[in-house]
């Protein structure tokens, strides 16, 4: 099973990174910041994934590899509290 990381993160990076075209797709046609901020959030979540794919980080307890998890969260967080905004 431990051979089958690799290519299940290297999957999952890609995946984000459609998706990060996806939205930036919608941005572009819309101009609307909530678009922007989800195209940024899986932009950063697929490089990070590629990364650690990248350098063999073997043990993702690593604090360093959950930075990018978290800003990508916070920017998620951001771009729903400011489509909700009044």
Known sequence: ??????????????LSLVAALFFLRFWTRTHDRFFLLFALAFAIDGLSRLVVVAIH?????????YLPRLVTFALIIAAVVLKNRK
């Open 57 to 65: 980080l073997s043990d993702e307890s690593e604090p360093y590899s």
């Open 1 to 14: 099973m431990n051979s089958l990381m690799p290519a299940l993160t290297g999957a999952v990076a890609s």
